[in-house]
């Protein structure tokens, strides 16, 4: 079990850890009978003091450590810097949190939108770190005087996608409900 707090993205080290009884018959079939298993493997999901480690909350084996070992095979992290993003909801964007991406575009030449106009460019994309925290504050709350950046875990299409919005437009973020998986 955890020791103590674990944030997302640490390498656990065996002071981490501590061992305990568990009965055979309850034993999780992800779970772990040996420190030396679990050590040098990186949290991807926060763990709590006392709470039991199991194979779904660890990145995989050998994926190495902080962000990397956080980015699922086939997937991306990708940092948007904060005078590109809206500020509207940003001090409440938080690492795990799942937003939408909109891209405003200015057109000198479109009377009707009044010069520009706003599109969603992505759905439904996780927030891995906003600056350098890739675990939630305790405060639940980042303060926008020292956000720079927001990085977020899309598919190497969605790359192209942000790449071309930043240059083109600004990027907003919307926060959505955690339980909101319409597209």
Known sequence: VAAKNIPRGKTISADDLEMRQW??????????????????RTVSI???KGELLLESKLAS?????????????????????????????????????????????SDATSSETGGGATLTLLQNV??????????????????????RSVTL????DDTAKLTLGQSRGSLQLTLR???????
């Open 23 to 40: 009965p055979k018959h309850m034993k999780p079939a992800d779970g772990f009978l040996e420190l030396a298993t679990v050590c040098e």
């Open 46 to 48: 926060p763990l709590l």
């Open 61 to 105: 084996k050998g994926s190495g450590r902080g962000m990397a070992a956080l980015i699922p095979a086939g997937m991306r992290a990708y940092s948007i810097q904060s005078p590109n993003v809206s500020t509207g909801v940003s001090g409440f964007i938080l690492p795990g949190n799942h937003v939408d991406v909109l891209l405003t575009m």
């Open 126 to 147: 996780e927030v891995l770190a906003v600056d350098q925290l890739i675990d939630a504050p305790n405060e639940n709350r980042i303060d926008l005087r020292e956000m």
């Open 153 to 156: 875990l899309v598919n190497p």
């Open 177 to 183: 409900n955690p339980h909101d998986d319409l597209q």
